[in-house]
């Protein structure tokens, strides 16, 4: 099951099918998207482009979004990081604990 | 007994210097951070937290680590609170010993500085007529990120 899931991932690099992922959404982010949780759709599976999408997709968050750092599987993750369709993936605004 | 944790319950000073208690420490550093009644001119009744609670634990191990080894403290125990802070409440808390003072005092306020940085924790700040979350403009996380994403990304999807 694994590897067809692995399998799955490369694929859907690799070509130009579109695919899924699940992104967490945290206290403004949260607040101006109106939910906590969403799927977003990407082809090349990069932090990067799922910043954009999110750009897209969700316009309300304005810079906010441009402000906010992007955690996969409970690391800040860089830009070029690569995802699969089951990271843990989270948008992490500017931080305000104390 | 966890040195760094994330609770929905008041947090207990004297629990936190017990915690970092040893016969080799000269010194012990105990910092709170509490809800205060007025910010920038506007009144707050109390403070509701939120976290990525899997990233804040691991940041928050990440600092004590740091600071253990930047610092030589001889023991340090973090606890943040979670939920709704009324005024005067701890919200934070950082214990920290030393065998002097100087260290003791400098890794305290070094954690406070690294945890408004770095840990995925948000506060909302309410009253009677409004609420909203803080994300303060000299906390951008981009830096976390390598770097912003390219004209070409963007172009392809739209």
Not at chain 2, 53 to 70: C, G, W
Not at chain 2, 101 to 115: Q, Y
Request: charged letters at 25%; hydrophobic letters at 40%; aromatic letters at 6%.
């Amino acid at each position: 099951m694994w590897k067809n899931m692995v399998e799955s991932d490369s694929q859907l690099r690799s070509g130009n099918t579109v695919g899924e992922v699940s992104v967490k959404l945290f206290a403004g982010v949260a607040e101006l998207a109106g939910v906590k949780e969403l799927r977003v759709s990407v082809k090349h599976f990069t932090v990067a482009e799922l910043r954009c999408a999110l750009e897209i997709k969700l316009p309300q968050l304005g810079p906010l979004l441009s402000r906010s750092a992007i955690a996969v599987d409970g690391r800040y993750a860089t830009e070029d990081e690569l995802l699969c369709s089951n990271s843990e993936i989270a948008i992490i605004p500017p931080v305000s604990g104390g | 007994m966890l040195q760094v944790d994330l609770t929905d319950d008041p947090i207990d000073a004297s629990c936190m210097l017990s915690r970092v208690a040893s016969k080799r420490a000269g010194a012990t550093v105990l910092f709170t951070g509490t809800t205060r009644q007025e910010t920038d001119g506007l009144t707050t009744d109390w403070l509701e937290y939120d976290a990525y609670e899997p990233l804040a634990r691991r940041e928050l191990a990440r600092l004590y680590e740091q600071a253990v080894l930047r610092f030589q403290i001889v023991k340090c125990s973090i606890v943040h609170r979670l939920g709704k802070v009324s005024v005067g409440e701890v919200s934070v808390a950082i214990a920290v010993s030393a065998v002097h003072r100087a260290e003791a005092f400098a890794s305290a306020s070094w954690l406070m500085d690294r945890i408004k940085a770095d840990v995925p924790i948000w506060k909302r700040q309410v009253n009677d007529s409004e609420a909203f979350w803080v994300h303060p403009e000299n906390s951008d996380m981009l830096a976390k990120n390598a770097s912003r994403c390219s004209q070409e990304s963007c172009d392809e999807l739209s």
